[in-house]
């Protein structure tokens, strides 16, 4: 009786853990219709799993696309027109501004097709079709290969694979791991190449907030811009030409006017870059008690430098301000995470799944499943003052702005006596782009000193061994003086000014090539990367790949000991669904966060003062007019964002966030500094995606820019 009791309780336990748990997860389009499809419709979703992603008709997929190289966009138009976040268009407003033309501060809005602005290397990937390829990749792959060999092995597979399957075609294929290996999924896509820019609110709305509020809720971002697909007279992709007309797609969204409440239905469609559920303690006890605040402190220095600058100088500002925003973005998340995974435990809690897993092993009698634990143990031991040698040489090395720049000077090094001249000339011509975009956004003083201050923390807290030869120079020429060292290299180096360089290249003959390796920036540069090369990268990779070798085997376990839980993959930047609900959360005892917020918020947070709070004058004249149109909510507000709970990451942001009949609601953005461990370990009370409520970007195009060409494009839904 008391077993049955027991049983009976347990049950339930485990049901409401399951109900409780089913907004995380992040969906294989193809599979939603054996694992997810009921679940949606419980939840709200009136369409059916062809309406999403089919080979067959067309379907949601051919509306959704890779956003240059790490964004999720949408198309909302039967003539091309998509809609991204602004902070995803960033790099091309910043690239087409200039003090002259600052479209960073004043926004930019083509009133005609003629006005919209090209931009070279763009580029926007649709979905063709996926399938499971794990047979053939895995066909003869004998269990006995040591780890290299069966990674070369799969590569080849893969490589083959790929190449047949676009065998007379102009697409792209892609095969990518999942599940550590234990699958494979092929991707065929589409790739179009003219992407122009259409629309983009000023800062102050489109990155309203700034970093400040960046990774935070209460939100009031109006993060979109919008852009434009060109194809050429066959709706084929084709390179930038004056003759290419607006793409026609198959399938653009309608836009819902309606709006969403707590508990409505919500999906969001898009290309979730990295997530890594199922690391062992130990990995998470790495990461976050040795790695991350390693790699905060560094880029807090990074930050705090830059934007004592920009706050000094609108140049500066206009320069550093995609950097700064690049920096600053991983830095808070890597806060928020590691706060998230203290408050939630998950070390002790994977510690738990860990010790049932042992267990579970040692009934199976399975040498490889009773050895990993203690395999996981030994491995991070070895192998965090490698990725740590790593994260050193990257974020206070390699990643220093000079440092990335002399790197593109490397193909001088195979210049000798007997290189011909004209060989040499080629060579310059084809850097003149990046010479020129480099001092676009180059401030000497602020370079300097972020190089000074981060090679000091880089200095300080590595041992010998474990940093470049040059720090060696450093301790003999400049008794370990850091700041004499950068005096020397700001004086002396040709690649900290643009005269010099130029001057330099155009004098340029092998006899030069001595100066060239003398210079301090260019003997820093190699010996950064030679120091990476021979002390860490092999070792490293030997490392790394023991580590996805248990990964493999240690998820191939945990699948089978959980045999009635269904795993979704970790993200890998393949096209996922994620559903959930329009949710408030409680992210502290005694608050509680609204599931939205309005205009009104906006104002309240007004202040000319400071930057990122700087409301435009004309944004407080609509807001007094309430001249909101058909973009208001039922009790006459204009909503600007809301939270869902929603599983989603980096790489999501622009994607498209859909109600039950698949109409678009909004745009994902962001996610809440409370929920950002969700990369890690997904908290059902506190991980929430935040997104940008389209009313509110059609209300910006429409009232605020004067653009409703754009919007007659659209098919809204009232
Ligand atoms: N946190 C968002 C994402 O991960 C937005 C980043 C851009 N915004 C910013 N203020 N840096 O990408
Ligand atoms: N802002 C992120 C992006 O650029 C999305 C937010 C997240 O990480 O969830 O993809």
Redesign the pocket.
């Known amino acids: 009786m008391i077993k049955k009791i027991f049983l009976f309780l347990f049950s339930f336990i485990f049901i409401f853990n399951l109900e409780n748990k089913a907004d995380e997860g992040m969906w294989i389009p193809m599979l939603l219709k054996k694992y997810n499809i009921e679940d949606m419709k419980k939840k709200g979703f009136k369409l059916t799993a062809e309406d999403i992603y089919s080979v067959n008709q067309t379907c949601m997929k051919d509306a959704v696309m890779i956003f240059g190289g790490g964004c999720t966009g949408e198309l909302i138009s039967a003539e091309g027109l998509l809609i991204t976040n602004h902070?995803c268009g960033y790099g091309q407003i910043q690239k087409h501004s200039s003090l002259k033309n600052d479209y960073l501060t004043d926004g930019f809005w083509a009133m005609s097709r003629e006005e919209e602005l090209a931009n070279p290397n763009l580029t926007v990937t649709f979905l063709v079709r996926m399938e499971d390829f794990t047979e053939r990749i895995l066909k003869d792959i004998d269990d006995n290969l040591n780890e290299k060999e069966r990674q070369e092995k799969i590569a080849y597979n893969i490589a083959f694979a790929e190449a047949e399957a676009t065998e007379g075609t102009n697409y792209k294929a892609k095969v990518k791991s999942f599940f550590y290996g234990n699958e494979y999924y092929l991707f065929v896509s589409e790739v179009y190449k003219d992407v122009r820019l259409v629309g983009a609110p000023p800062s102050a709305i489109g990155?309203f907030g700034?970093?400040t509020d960046?990774?935070m809720w209460p939100r009031h971002t109006g993060?979109f811009s919008i852009f434009r697909i060109y194809a050429d007279k066959y709706n084929k992709p084709a390179e930038y030409s004056a003759e290419n007309v607006p793409y026609k797609p198959k399938k653009h969204f309608p836009i819902s006017l309606k709006g969403v409440e707590k508990g409505d239905f919500t999906m969001v469609f898009g290309y979730p870059g990295t997530t890594e559920e199922y690391l062992t303690s130990f990995a998470i006890e790495s990461k976050i008690n040795t790695l991350n605040p390693s790699k905060i402190n560094i880029r807090q220095k990074k930050i705090d430098i830059m934007l004592k600058a920009m706050d000094k100088d609108r140049k500066v500002r206009i320069q550093y301000s995609s950097k700064h925003?690049g920096t600053?973005?991983a830095w808070k998340?890597w806060i928020g995470e590691k706060r998230g995974l203290e408050r939630l435990n998950a070390i002790e809690k994977k510690k738990k799944l860990e010790k049932e897993f042992s267990l579970w092993a040692k009934k199976q009698n399975i040498k490889i499943y009773s050895e990993l634990l203690p395999r996981y143990e030994k491995i991070y031991e070895e192998l965090t003052p490698y990725s740590l040698a790593s994260d050193y040489f990257y974020e206070a090395g390699y990643s220093l702005d000079i440092i990335r720049f002399v790197t593109k000077f490397k193909s001088f090094k195979s210049v000798n006596k007997n290189t011909q001249e004209i060989e040499i000339k080629t060579k310059i011509f084809k850097l003149n782009s990046s010479i020129k975009s480099f001092f676009k956004d180059y401030n000497k003083e602020t370079d300097k000193k972020i190089f000074t201050e981060i090679l000091k923390i880089y200095y300080n807290n590595t041992k010998k061994n474990f940093r470049p030869e040059i720090f060696n120079m450093v301790d003999k020429k400049f008794k370990g003086d850091i700041n004499k060292y950068a005096d020397y290299f700001y004086k002396k180096s040709i690649f900290v000014d643009q005269n010099k360089l130029r001057k330099f290249l155009d004098k340029f003959k092998a006899s030069k090539l001595k100066k060239l390796k003398k210079d301090p920036a260019y003997q820093m540069t190699e010996s950064l990367i030679d120091f990476y090369v021979e002390k860490i990268a092999g070792k490293l990779s030997e490392l790394e790949l023991e580590v996805l070798k248990l990964n493999r085997f240690y998820l191939d376990g945990l699948r089978k000991m959980q045999k009635d839980k269904v795993f979704y993959p970790d993200a890998n930047f393949t096209l996922r669904i994620a559903y959930g609900q329009v949710d408030d959360y409680f992210p502290y005892d005694g608050i509680r966060y609204k599931h939205f917020t309005t205009l009104k918020g906006i104002m309240e947070k007004d202040n000319p003062e400071i930057y990122d709070y700087d409301v435009p004058d004309k944004l407080k004249e609509l807001y007094k007019n309430k001249n909101y149109g058909k973009y208001a909510d039922k009790n006459g507000n204009m909503r600007v964002c809301f939270t869902a709970s929603n599983h989603t990451t980096?790489g999501n942001?622009g994607s498209p966030v859909i109600n039950g009949n698949g109409e678009l609601i909004g745009v994902n953005?962001?996610r809440n500094w409370e929920g950002t461990m969700s990369d890690i370990m997904y908290d059902p009370d506190q991980c929430r995606n935040i997104t940008l409520d389209i009313r509110y970007a059609l209300f910006i195009i429409d009232k605020f820019a004067g653009a409703s060409h754009l919007i007659k494009e659209m098919t809204l839904v009232e």
């Open positions: 902070h990155k700034g970093d960046n990774w993060d925003a600053s973005n998340k980096g942001s953005f962001d």
